[in-house]
């Protein structure tokens, strides 16, 4: 199984962040998987940010929730992270990852993950 996320590394403030996420090898369909954004911050651990279930059910991080949405599109198997309003505090790593875990920061919790993309958040 393979993930590889896609997306501008650069995104102005108050401007929104998309990333896509390209799943080969299994299906985001497959019951009791879960497809999820991570993200690390310089120097710090993970911080999960939301996840879609194989039904399309969505689930997001409190303090991100308001900003945040997860989709998919299950003809090209992609689930994609739509983050608005982002300031210089979103900039990160973002990674996707799968596996039948979601929200947890332990990296061990997930079976598949994606290389990671840098997303700077600057003018």
């Known amino acids: 199984v393979q993930l590889q996320e896609s997306g501008p590394g650069l995104v102005d403030p108050s401007q929104t962040l998309s990333l896509t996420c390209t799943v080969s090898?299994?299906?985001?369909?497959?019951?009791?998987?879960?497809w999820s954004w991570i993200r690390q911050f310089p120097g710090k651990g993970l911080e999960w940010i939301g996840y879609i279930t194989s039904s399309g059910n969505r689930y997001y991080r409190p303090s991100l929730e308001s900003r945040t949405a997860i989709f998919r599109d299950t003809s090209k198997n992609q689930f994609s992270l739509r983050l608005v309003y982002v300031t210089p505090e979103d900039t990160a790593v973002y990674f996707c990852?799968?596996?039948?875990?979601?929200?947890?920061?332990?990296?061990?919790?997930?079976?598949?993950w994606g290389q990671g993309t840098q997303v700077t958040v600057s003018s």
């Open positions: 990852a799968g596996g039948r875990s979601a929200g947890t920061n332990e990296k061990s919790e997930y079976e598949y």
């Open positions: 090898g299994a299906s985001i369909t497959s019951v009791d998987y879960y």
